[in-house]
């Protein structure tokens, strides 16, 4: 009876939190019918929208990736001053604002900014810019691989790879052999994380892009302006695109789970992943 | 040949002192135990050795030339870890194979050699049926095997093992030990293992290197080093010990108005302990307790296994507890009960007038009549 109740229970949640939105938004998107639908995702500034957003998640995850395994790295295997505190540091993002972390930019590379002015003289522009719309992204999104990396490589410690050395492997041979391997599962998992909030950052890609139509429009602010521009079918059906690369996503991983499953060692490295 | 010299080690910037100016020579062919309680600096000594870690001062010489400038890959080095570090996402065959794969081009061999190799030293190891799993469905002993095939794979001259039986049940690590010593002498090879256990070191070692706070205290072959531990520390690491008030003068030492001799003279002590190592204690037949040197109740007998421990609580001897032990047959050979008194012998006890210097042995003497 409990057990009922409760699988119930979560059953209902998710139907009202999940299942009838998603649901919602396909419904809208079609609303017009599908040539309509159609004619939004093949428009010019919705096809620059998906563009810049597979850009900086693209760039955004490959920064991510050497910043985390580096990073977890330094923090798992090394003794050094400042540890504590730099791992303290890796929790930021997620207590910030990312409105604020918008901010924040701006008053760094904006024309008015701290580094605005050389900047200028350069002749590089970061806010209300591509480069903008990455760092504040990056910004947001580094926690994802690094706190999963560190745990995993702590509890693993170093005795493998001095196990790899001691039989002859040099440094390259024993990060793809050796440590690679042990934390695949991690670092998969922290990619799928960090993707899908880089393709939903919202508020500090708003602040930083200047939100200039054809340019600097992400797939979400492309969302917000037609939605504000009352064009709630085309904003729907741009939102089930962004829908659509969250279940890419999802089911990638999936995929690579299940397809290797049947290997009893990457059942190991899920539990030490999960644990 | 393997020289050790002078190895100094200190963690956090000198501030704790890990080892301090060790050296030893260990010769082609040897099994050298590296002996000590934790902390002693034993394994630090050992990855040294290994150029996992590298020493503050000092230096090692492999066949007399110098190891610190060659990288730990040069050395030629194999290492059995205490966990054995086996990699858990590959196969054994995998595991045993990498130090082969991992080879620069112009050396690695070819597939099929690799193969032959492998094979081979998993039929010495008696795994062959292993191959295909992976450390995780392995036992303890099966790992330990797994890992020791992985180091030999890169045939080492040098083997060296961190607490190679740590992991192990009682009855694996027996079996283990003697199966090690026999692979050591097959193969020729020169090694050294660390172990925190003086029995592992005894029954295995052709010599016994005994470290204590970073400090080599003994080197010896193990029945010397039982018999004649170099300073205290050896000696009470070496074995249980009773403790005894007794009275010393010159090369005479009174205990319960017994006296015992030496042939070494010690300065005057009164009082002054003395340790008796408990097999030195000799029960008499209940029938010649007349005869006895020394008297008191029997508290306790303990049956553990090979030796009998007894509890004797003596009638005038500071403190009066002792602890001795007898082969099994001599319980009931000698009428031993608990409760009642009986009579015993010391055969040596043993003086130590500083910490740091050998002991001075005295044994029971009978003035002329």
């Known amino acids: 009876m409990g057990r009922f109740f409760l699988i119930a229970l979560a059953v209902i949640f998710l139907t009202i939190l999940l299942v009838i939105p998603i649901l919602f938004i396909l419904v809208e998107a079609f609303g017009e019918g599908f040539g309509v639908y159609w004619q939004i995702l093949t428009s ?15 760039i955004t995850i490959i920064i991510n990736i050497i910043i985390g395994l580096s990073g977890a790295w330094a923090i798992s295997k090394f003794h050094f001053r400042g540890k504590t505190f730099l791992t303290t540091l890796i929790e930021l993002p997620f207590s910030i604002s990312p409105v604020v972390v918008g901010f924040l930019f701006i ?6 900014g701290w580094f605005g002015r050389w900047l200028e003289q350069m002749d590089i522009q970061i806010a209300f810019a591509v480069p903008g719309i990455v760092l504040v992204t990056i910004f947001v999104t580094f926690p994802f691989i690094i706190r999963e990396l560190v745990p995993l490589m702590q509890e693993q410690g170093k005795d493998d790879e001095e196990a790899a050395l001691s039989l002859g492997a040099k440094g390259w041979q024993i990060f793809f052999r050796v440590t690679l391997p042990n934390i695949k599962w991690g670092l998969i998992y922290g990619i ?3 993707l899908a909030r880089a393709t939903g950052e919202f508020g500090a890609v708003t602040i930083i892009s200047g939100n200039i139509r054809g340019q600097t429009d992400t797939l979400t602010l492309h969302i917000k302006n037609l939605y504000d521009g009352y064009y709630s079918t085309q904003a729907f059906a741009v939102s089930s695109l962004l829908l659509l690369l969250a279940l890419v996503t999802l089911v990638l991983k999936s995929l690579l789970e299940w397809s290797s499953r049947a290997k009893p060692e990457n059942n190991l490295a899920l539990k030490a992943k999960k644990s | 040949m393997i020289d050790i010299q002078d190895i100094s080690k200190s963690f956090d910037h000198g501030r704790v002192p890990i080892l301090k100016k060790v050296g030893f020579t260990v010769h082609d062919g040897e099994l050298v135990a590296l002996l000590g309680p934790s902390g002693s600096g034993k394994t630090t000594l050992l990855r040294i050795i290994a150029g996992l870690e590298s020493a503050d001062g000092g230096q090692i010489l492999f066949d007399g030339h110098t190891a610190q400038t060659k990288r730990m890959r040069e050395r030629q080095v194999g290492f059995v870890f205490q966990h054995y570090a086996l990699f858990r996402h590959m196969t054994v065959f995998n595991n045993v194979a990498f130090g082969l794969r991992v080879k620069p ?3 690695r061999p070819g597939r099929k ?7 081979e030293l998993l039929e010495l190891m008696q795994i062959s049926e292993l191959s295909k799993r992976y450390p995780s469905q392995l036992s303890g002993g099966q790992r330990q095997r797994v890992a020791l095939a992985r180091a030999l ?12 039986f740590g992991a192990l049940d009682a009855n694996v690590r027996q079996e283990l030990r003697v199966w090690l010593r026999q692979l050591h002498d097959s193969m020729g090879l020169t090694s050294i293992f660390v172990t925190h256990d003086q029995e592992e070191a005894m029954d295995m070692a052709d010599r016994v290197v005994l470290l204590e706070k970073g400090i080599l205290q003994q080197i010896d072959r193990p029945e010397n080093i039982y018999e004649k531990p170099a300073n205290f520390f050896a000696y009470q690491f070496l074995g249980q010990s ?5 009275e010393i003068s010159g090369q ?3 205990i319960a108005g017994k006296f015992f001799s030496s042939n070494q003279p010690a300065p005057l002590a009164s009082p002054a302990f003395v340790y008796l190592r408990p097999y030195h204690i000799r029960p008499l037949p209940a029938s010649s307790i007349g005869q006895a040197d020394f008297t008191g109740r029997i508290d306790k007998i303990l049956f553990g296994g090979s030796t009998i421990k007894l509890h004797i609580k003596t009638e005038n001897m500071q403190p009066s507890f002792l602890e001795a032990e007898i082969p099994p047959s001599d319980v009931s050979d000698l009428g031993l009960v608990t409760g009642k008194t009986c009579g015993f012998m010391i055969r040596q006890l043993t003086y130590f007038t500083s910490p740091q210097e050998p002991p001075i042995l005295f044994h029971r003497y009978q003035p002329a009549p």
């Open chain 1, 44 to 58: 010019q500034e919705t096809l620059n929208a998906t563009k810049l957003t597979l850009l900086v998640a693209f």
């Open chain 2, 153 to 164: 794979a890169i045939e080492p001259k040098i083997l060296l093992l961190d607490e190679p």
């Open chain 1, 107 to 112: 008053l760094l590379f904006g024309r008015n």
């Open chain 2, 113 to 119: 050699t690799i193969r032959a190799k492998v094979n």
């Open chain 1, 192 to 194: 799928t994380l960090c």
């Open chain 2, 105 to 107: 081009w112009s050396l």
């Open chain 2, 242 to 246: 009773n403790q005894l008030l007794a």
């Open chain 2, 252 to 254: 005479q030492l009174k």
